[in-house]
Nanobody, 125 residues
Framework: QVQLVESGGGLVQAGGSLRLSCAASTRTLNKNAMGWFRQAPGKEREFVAAFSLSGGSTHYADSVKGRFTISRDNAKNTVDLQMNSLKPEDTAVYYC??????????????????WGQGTQVTVSS
């Protein structure tokens, strides 16, 4: 059973930055199979960022492209999400997840089998 733990959420003013981290319970987890999602109040959970199947590039939701960056930190065994130029509409609970079947589309929520508990990000205007 894979356990994922997110950290780094908080309250920030519009235009500010936050860095989220997702720690996995096992070092053998393929970090390329991990992605970030978010769920705002009253809305469905949506894709934010993930690595491509090759691991050589990344996918982003259009709403965060150019502002968010997903990366791996092998020393800390984490997958991070750097969020810059934050907007009030970025307010949500952010979740990291990992795919059970690596070759499923990284942008599809149904491809992910294991989820963290989420971390709240609130952006004030």
């Amino acid at each position: 059973q894979v356990q994922l733990v997110e950290s780094g959420g908080g309250l920030v003013q519009a235009g500010g930055s936050l860095r989220l981290s997702c720690a996995a319970s096992t070092r053998t987890l393929n970090k390329n199979a991990m992605g970030w999602f978010r769920q705002a109040p009253g809305k469905e959970r949506e894709f934010v960022a993930a690595f491509s199947l090759s691991g050589g590039s990344t996918h982003y939701a259009d709403s965060v492209k150019g502002r968010f960056t997903i990366s791996r930190d092998n020393a800390k065994n984490t997958v991070d999400l750097q969020m810059n130029s934050l907007k009030p509409e970025d307010t949500a609970v952010y979740y990291c997840a990992t795919r059970g079947d690596y070759y499923r589309d990284p942008r599809q929520i149904g491809a992910y089998s294991y989820w963290g508990q989420g971390t709240q990000v609130t952006v004030s205007s």
